[in-house]
């Protein structure tokens, strides 16, 4: 099956499953959104949400991330790990807003990755659920759900994102990303992922080459 024609089949049985998908980072604004993510990498966003509250109290504006004295910020999100190189990234992606923008988080794709160690999968993040606009998010488990299911033979996270666009309606890619990455975190695991209770079993590759491998056991 085409990927076109698996994903006509897949997005339904993503909403029949996962129909609250949403970012999982608690935040209220487009910076606190830009903090929390930049403090996910390699982290929970179940230990992000326990330390950000203080943070986001601590540090309203960008100016206040940029003029905190270095070893404070790392003391402040300590828990979070990789502390050191997060408030680097911190300051770095403040100070730039601080001296381009004003302050403000800008709401293009193009803006967002000029910005110091934001790439597409951050801006659309930020773009996606900060200001509704839409972008797929190729993250860790996008990558790994959608090379499974068939849907691209890349492995970069750009040209997956591309191959992905023209598969998935617009108006659809901001729940879509949400969906995968659930789909990734409760079923499609990178180790042992639970295929024989998939819902996406029919339509996807690795799945059915996996279930009949265990099946001829
Ligand atoms: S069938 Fe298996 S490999 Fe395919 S999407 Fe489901 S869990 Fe992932």
């Known amino acids: 099956m085409e990927p076109e024609e698996k994903t006509k089949h897949i997005l339904p049985l ?10 999982t980072l608690d935040f209220a604004n487009p910076l606190e959104l830009v903090v929390a993510t930049v403090l996910s990498a390699q982290c929970t966003d179940v230990r992000v949400n326990q330390v950000t509250p203080a943070i986001f109290k601590k540090y309203p504006t960008a100016a206040h991330y940029a003029q ?37 988080v800008p709401d293009s794709l193009e803006e967002l990755v000029k910005l110091p160690g934001i790439g597409r999968k951050t801006a659309n993040v930020i773009l996606g659920n900060a200001f509704g606009i839409p972008g797929i998010v ?32 617009k108006e659809r890619w901001i ?43």
């Open 138 to 169: 190729v993250d860790t488990h996008m990558k790994r759900v959608a090379a499974r299911i068939g849907l691209t033979r890349q492995t970069d996270p750009v040209k997956i994102e591309f191959d992905l666009m023209p598969l998935v309606p």
């Open 175 to 217: 729940k879509f990303s949400h969906q995968v990455i659930w789909h990734g975190r409760q079923i499609c695991t990178a180790k042992n992922p639970k295929c024989p209770v998939c819902p996406i079993l029919p339509y996807c590759d690795y799945g059915q080459k996996a279930v009949s491998a265990g099946a001829k056991k």
């Open 14 to 23: 993503l909403d029949q499953h996962y129909p609250d998908a949403h970012v």
């Open 68 to 104: 905190a004295p270095l070893a404070e910020l790392e003391q402040d999100i300590y828990a979070t790990g990789f502390y050191r190189q997060k408030a680097k990234s911190l300051q770095a992606i403040c100070r730039a807003l601080g001296e381009k923008k004003g302050g403000q």
